[in-house]
């Protein structure tokens, strides 16, 4: 297996890379994937592009983030994290933040946001367990109506997640032999479903929400892999999507924060944990 370095981009030819990652990722109709014009100024004022490069020198993957001022404090917008198919699994996805994260220190960025869908399971275990986000918003049709077919048939919601680079709780996760922390919850086990998940006729299907916990931990559950229940059963991907909206609106608003997740034994639910203090 091929070895893989992360670091800035040096020409056109690279940037332009970029924009082919994004057609192969989000599919070649993807209207709003960002130019290399838009690419390269990001670079040059203070955003951040960066990409990942097999020993051939061919770009595999890339983040790219917007960096602007948020109450008098600068903050980035991490916009895309894209690994093209046959890299996934090899943790370049958590290089490719880690090195944003590095480049952002030095600029004196301290928070950072991006955004990802909720029924995106190992999105959701990448942002909130190996990296130490957290998300205390859900937007509805963020993106409004999009043409990739990542995103057909199930919308644009999206959790909007923070990321608190300099937090004792982030540096800690990243320590080169920290792993994956343990979750500081030892009430799992006990802790009420707001939405859980079982098969019906062999297909995976949400429970109705329970809207009226009041614990100060719950747990909602999304498909391990929300991408083959789509393919295979459209109508159960799109009754997971209306189940966990509803469940995530109602639970945000009430003041619990989403603070991590665990996948389900035999991987098929990942079951987010939301906590409200007391």
């Not at 020993?55 to 690994?83: I, K, N, Y």
């Not at 880690?98 to 600029?107: V, Y």
């Not at 998940?197 to 299907?205: I, K, N, Q, T």
Request: hydrophobic letters at 40%; charged letters at 25%.
């Amino acid at each position: 297996m091929k070895p893989v370095f992360i670091r800035s981009l040096e020409n056109r030819g690279e940037f332009a890379a970029c924009v082919r990652i994004q057609e192969e990722v989000w599919g070649r109709n993807f209207s709003e994937r960002v130019p290399i014009a838009i690419l390269q100024v990001t670079d040059r004022l203070g955003g951040v592009v960066m990409g990942a490069f097999d020993s051939d020198d061919r770009m595999v993957g890339f983040v790219f983030g917007l960096t602007g001022m948020e109450e008098g404090r600068p903050v980035h917008w991490s916009d895309m994290l894209a690994v093209l198919p046959e890299y996934r699994g090899r943790g370049i996805g958590r290089r490719l933040k880690l090195a944003q994260r590095e480049r952002l220190i030095e600029l004196g960025v301290e928070r950072v946001y991006w955004t990802f869908d909720p029924l995106e399971a190992r999105n959701a275990h990448l942002n909130l367990v190996r990296l130490g986000g957290w998300s205390a918003e859900y937007v509805e049709a963020m993106y409004g109506t999009s043409d990739s077919p990542l995103h057909s048939d199930i919308g644009t919601d999206r959790l909007v997640i923070t990321w608190e680079v300099q937090s004792p709780e982030v540096k800690a996760l990243l320590e080169p032999a920290a792993g994956e922390v343990p979750l500081p919850f030892p009430e799992l086990e006990e802790a009420p479903m707001a939405v859980e998940g079982g098969f019906s006729s062999g297909v995976l299907e949400p429970t109705a929400p329970r809207l009226n916990l009041r614990s100060s931990l719950i747990l909602l559950a999304v498909p391990g892999s929300i991408q083959e229940l789509k393919k295979d059963h459209p109508r159960a991907a799109t009754r997971w999507r209306e189940a966990t909206r509803e469940a995530f609106q109602v639970y945000l608003a009430g003041g619990w924060v989403v603070r991590g997740g665990i996948f389900s034994p035999d991987g098929n639910l990942f079951r987010y944990i939301l906590v409200r203090d007391e």
